[in-house]
């Protein structure tokens, strides 16, 4: 089994986001392999900030958003519950990530994530064996 990858909100919206030119391509690029191989992660926060995004910044139809949040739920999805919360908190305490970025950092160490697919976060930036990459740099 190939190697797990944890993607962020941001390269959801860029995919799906006919305005943002080669971001929308380069963000359907690193998705598609990923999705057809089933080795993409997201979390329920990824879920839910998609939906406000694409329904609000990229202005999509709810209804189309809807539908991509029911083909995220059939990947792996890490929950975000109370004990990652805690261990979130902990990780923005210690680097002052944000503490959304610290969720989506134990989210990805939680799926048992190698890398975190992120224009987010600090490329490079690693937090046990999860690495972060930023696919627009």
């Given amino acids: 089994m190939s190697d797990r990858i944890f993607i962020d909100t941001n390269v ?24 057809a191989d089933r080795t993409a992660v997201v979390s329920t926060q990824v879920m839910q900030e998609y939906y406000s995004a694409v329904t609000g910044k990229v202005k999509a139809p709810a209804v189309l958003a809807r539908h991509r949040g029911e083909l995220m739920a059939q ?19 210690r680097y002052r990530l944000s503490i959304w970025d610290a969720l989506i950092l134990r989210a990805a160490v939680a799926g048992r994530c190698r890398e975190l697919v992120s224009e987010d976060m600090q490329p490079g930036l690693q937090h046990g064996r999860v690495v972060v990459t930023n696919p627009f740099a």
């Avoid at 990947?75 to 305490?93: E, K, R």
């Fill in 12 to 35: 959801f919206v860029y995919a799906d986001d006919e305005a943002s030119g080669a971001k929308r391509d380069q963000a359907r690029s690193v998705l598609e392999p990923l999705l």
């Fill in 75 to 93: 990947l792996s999805v890490a929950q975000v519950d109370p004990p990652l919360i805690l261990a979130a908190i902990d990780l923005h305490q």
